[in-house]
């Protein structure tokens, strides 16, 4: 079966420092989509790729499709406290489902 | 706000009971689906209705029961539920279900099975 990775699992954020975090598969997908997942709340979408090596901004959020199409990235840069959450990625399956990561945790650093 | 909503918003009941979760969005979507999500873990699809028609069942349990009675409005069903079913239910929209139309999520319902 496909396997999705993502990482990290989790990360502590301090006020102004640029994140980054990713996902690998073994699978090759026609769509990557970024969420984030506050507590009680469900996922939002946060940006949505749909070509091999798209680069795509929202805001402090920028995020790329790779050139195999079996991996993409999300960066957040010059973080604030509201980043805090967890983001997933999710690749587009084949029957119009989607696969989710096991999640990104940011917390703030104490 | 979401654009999907999904009602209750917590709901506690019995292994006998039966009651119904409820989701309606109004964006003109006509792909839904219900996601189970436990603690810490990512949504897993449950099912997918794609023009008021059942096109995934991703082997559950039949006391989860589906129903799309129009093309706004998704139902879950739930009789005679087990406690490990206590989860975070997300229902989603898209445009359609092809692969890469992006899901629209609600705040889901909080199910906790005593």
């Known amino acids: 079966g496909q396997q999705l990775n993502q990482s990290p699992q989790s990360m502590f954020i301090q006020e102004g420092e640029d994140v980054s975090m990713n996902c690998t598969s073994s699978?090759?997908?026609?769509?990557w989509l970024w969420y984030k997942q506050d507590p009680g709340e469900g996922p939002v979408l946060l940006i949505a790729?749909?070509?091999?090596?798209e680069l795509t901004s929202n805001g402090r959020l920028t995020a790329q499709f790779g050139i195999t199409r079996k991996d993409s990235f999300l960066n957040i840069s010059a973080s604030i406290p509201s980043d805090v959450g967890i983001y997933f990625c999710?690749?587009?399956?084949?029957?119009?489902?989607?696969?989710f990561g096991k999640g990104t945790k940011l917390s703030v650093k104490p | 706000d979401t654009e999907v909503t999904q009602t209750p918003k917590h709901l506690v009941m019995g292994m006998t009971n039966k009651k119904s979760l409820k989701c309606e969005q109004h964006?003109?979507?006509?792909?839904m689906y219900w996601y189970k999500q436990k603690a810490k873990k990512p949504p897993e699809l449950m099912f997918v209705?794609?023009?008021?028609?059942?096109?995934i069942n991703e082997s559950v349990p039949s006391r989860f029961s589906p129903e799309c009675p129009n093309s706004s409005l998704l139902n879950l069903h739930l009789h005679a539920l087990q406690p490990e079913d206590s989860a975070l239910y997300l229902c989603?929209?898209?445009?359609?279900?092809?692969?890469?139309?992006?899901?629209?999520f609600g705040d889901g319902t909080r199910l906790s099975i005593l």
């Open positions: 209705y794609s023009y008021e028609k059942l096109s």
């Open positions: 790729l749909y070509k091999a090596g």
């Open positions: 964006m003109g979507h006509r792909a």
């Open positions: 989603a929209s898209s445009h359609n279900s092809v692969s890469n139309q992006p899901q629209h």
């Open positions: 699978s090759i997908f026609n769509t």
């Open positions: 999710a690749p587009g399956g084949s029957q119009g489902n989607l696969i």
